[in-house]
């Protein structure tokens, strides 16, 4: 346990779990499903699912964290014995297969970032989407950024908490947002951006179709970092003063402002430059590089420049995610198995390396697909739509209903020096409304209710 770190300040706490939350999910993922499922109703569905059922969850998975100060299975074993134990597990098992399809998405962002850097990218629509299907299955190119993207991982990963992840995530975070700002109001004075506005904000429940609940579900905790044990990881590094309900509310917040403002960057000009919201993964892929020529048309230089930085960023906000889900396994694998922490970072990337070349070349070049889906896609579906909710809800049932409560209320209460208003309010929709909403959701999608 010597090995052990702890987060050095209470803004390095917000910013390294936010760390966690925000990247690809809200960038890439979010607007894509969002595209997918109908717009401005999904986003009404998420932001409910995130409020009602995200805080409330990740807060349960911060009080398991912090109480043991261990790994996700040690964490869930001290409290709840073997059985509970499984808990931790399956949350590594879910961050592995995660980080081996998410290692993929952000190698096609290197690639992106390598590509703009050389102004491959200057092209009209139908050049982009050609250049990204083309470049998407080849055999080789994906399959070697996808690779440096996880040992880029396994380098933080190996420097420990506070010099690795930490740092890293103090300067990303702020210079993400500032980035950000700018190409949403790029994007909004683009010509006919008007539809692409009504699409974020208008909501049509007619497009409510039955898995938009699930998808919304899965994209909301998929979104936190919830259900993979990744918050209680996390919060096993947080001091004694971190307010576990505060930090909750401000890391929902940052990260539901993030996926917001992506939602404000991409349909704009998608509904400008004519790209359909509905075309999958490859929407920020190809609406993108249309957002950097055409909005900075008289100025590229400035286009360029802003171009290059965004992939940059996208890179490291992924990289701040992915540093989460390889801590999940790298804790368990050397506390547990009692090795250095080098070593039990290079198994985690070892595993995840072999599932990512899998879903990089299930994306053309080889055809590897599981009930109908790609390899890459299938990853996707069964943790966010499946493992990640179940994840959730036994977290929910385990800390709202057999964790002691004076455990649960010491950690809410930072050991009664804090106020306990929302404590009551807190356990109960831990134990009744996340249980309940999460199995009706399940069962909505089963066509059982
Ligand atoms: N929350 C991350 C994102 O939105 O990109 C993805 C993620 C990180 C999922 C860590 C799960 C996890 F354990």
Redesign the pocket.
Known sequence: MSERGNFGTKIGVILATAG???????IW?FPYMTGQDGGAAFIIIYLVCVLILGIPGMVAEFVVGRHSGANAARAYYNIGGRKWSLLGYG?AI??MI?FGF?SVVAGWCLQYLFASTMGQLNGDVTYVQHYFKTFSSDPLKPLFWTVAFIIMTHLVVVKGVRKGIERASNILMPTLFILLFIIVVASCMLPGTKSGLEFLFKPDFSKVTRSVFLDALGQAF????L????LCTYASYFNRQTNLVKSAVQIAGI?TLVAILAGLMIFPAAFSVGVRPDSGPSLIFITLPAVFQQAFAGMPVLGYIIGVFFYGLLVL??LT??I??HE?GTALFYEELHLSRSKGAWIETIVCIIIGVFCSLSCGAVDITVFGKSFLNFCDFITSDIL?PLGAFFTCVFVGWYVPKNIVKDQITNWGTISSRLYGIWLFVVRFICPICIGSVFLHQLGII
């Open positions: 966690s939350a925000v990247g690809l999910g809200n993922r949350g879910t961050s995660i998410y998929f979104s936190l970092s259900g993979t044990a990744c990260d906000a992924a995610s992915t989460s889900m999940i990640l």
